[in-house]
């Protein structure tokens, strides 16, 4: 079985840069695709940026898009989201999240089956 253990939220001020890391440990398989969601309060779940393991292709949030920046390092099974230019509503809990959509249901929440506990960012103005 997956886990997901995200680490590097905190509280930034407008404008400033956070990094925020998510590690898969278990029976982890190539092949699947590893995202980012928030969620601010009273708001629902939001998809920011998404992976796949095996090749090049990403996906952002049109939120979030030439701001955030999705990587990974294959070897330490392990996807980071860079965040600049942060603004106050990005405040939220980003969530990691591990499955296997096709583009079609990339962005979808219901498209992945694994989650971690989530990682709190917040940004003041």
């Known amino acids: 079985q997956v886990q997901l253990v995200e680490s590097g939220g905190g509280l930034v001020e407008a404008g400033d840069s956070l990094r925020i890391s998510c590690v898969a440990s278990?029976?982890?398989?190539?092949?699947?695709?590893l995202a980012w969601f928030r969620q601010a309060p009273g708001k629902e779940r939001e998809f920011v940026a998404a992976s796949r393991w095996t090749n090049s292709n990403t996906w952002y949030g049109t939120s979030v898009k030439e701001r955030f920046t999705i990587s990974r390092d294959n070897a330490r099974n392990t996807v980071a989201l860079q965040m600049n230019s942060l603004k106050p509503e990005d405040t939220a809990i980003y969530y990691c999240?591990?499955?296997?959509?096709?583009?079609?249901?990339?962005?979808?929440?219901?498209?992945?089956?694994?989650w971690g506990q989530g990682t709190q960012v917040t940004v003041s103005s």
């Open positions: 278990g029976d982890f398989i190539s092949g699947y695709t």
């Open positions: 999240a591990l499955g296997r959509p096709i583009v079609s249901t990339i962005r979808r929440i219901d498209a992945y089956g694994t």
